[in-house]
């Protein structure tokens, strides 16, 4: 069974960092490209950052662009968000989300349940 | 402001129909599929349609999506209580170096 568990998320002040991990499990995750998404409260969705297998492509919102680092470590299973220089519009549920294939378009086939960053003084 | 273009939100009675629109162009829906999320109240987005019309194992086949040039729409039949949800449509975009983009959501109220 795909399990992803976020972790990481919390109270941080404007122009502070924060780093989110999601742990996966339940399947063969060097094979599959990852992404996360997130969901500001009362909000729609909103697609962050995306990373393929390998990490040789990565792509970012224009709105993290510059201020947000994806990264994975495959021998770990894990995925990564680095934050810095956030910002209150950054105030958000983050979601792990699992790529059906390897590459950046294939889509999302799976969600963790997420981490909650709030940006506030 | 979404690039993807949804009602904000759609109802029906048990038993009915109903149809929920998407709206693209064509560095999305052009030449890339559309997908549909179920997101149920307090809890995570799940995969309802893939590749324009494909259900997921599991997926009820009340369910049914369809794509026609830039345009998508998500089909729900004999609507259920447990289907009020918010319906999010999905497409991969090639503007700029490429990326994911979502519609702003429909709210789907089951009266």
């Known amino acids: 069974e795909v399990q992803l568990a976020e972790s990481g998320g919390g109270l941080v002040q404007p122009g502070r960092s924060l780093r989110l991990s999601c742990a996966a499990s339940g399947f063969t995750f060097d094979e599959y490209a990852m992404h996360w998404v997130r969901q500001a409260p009362g909000k729609g969705l909103e697609w962050v950052s995306g990373?393929?297998?390998?990490?040789?492509?990565?792509a970012y919102a224009d709105s993290v662009r510059g201020r947000f680092t994806i990264s994975r470590d495959n021998a770990k299973n894990s995925l990564y968000l680095q934050m810095n220089s956030l910002r209150a519009e950054d105030t958000a549920l983050y979601y792990c989300?699992?790529?059906?294939?390897?590459?950046?378009?294939?889509?999302?086939?799976?969600w963790g349940q997420g981490t909650l960053v709030t940006v506030s003084s | 402001q979404s690039v993807l273009t949804q009602p904000p939100s759609a109802s029906g009675t048990p038993g009915q129909r109903v149809t929920i629109s998407c709206s693209g162009s064509?560095?999305?829906?052009?030449?890339?599929?559309v997908y549909w999320y179920q997101q149920l109240p307090g809890t995570a987005p799940k995969l309802l349609i893939y590749?324009?019309?494909q259900r997921p194992s599991g997926v009820p086949d009340r369910f049914s999506g369809s794509k026609s040039g830039t345009s998508a729409s998500l089909a729900i039949s004999g609507l259920r209580s447990d289907d009020e949800a918010d319906y999010y449509c999905a497409a991969w975009d090639d503007s700029l170096s490429g990326y994911w983009v979502f519609g702003g959501g429909t709210k789907l109220t089951v009266l």
């Open positions: 064509s560095s999305n829906f052009g030449s890339h599929y």
């Open positions: 990373i393929t297998w390998n990490s040789d492509s990565i």
């Open positions: 989300a699992k790529a059906d294939e390897y590459q950046m378009r294939d889509y999302f086939d799976f």
């Open positions: 590749r324009n019309n």
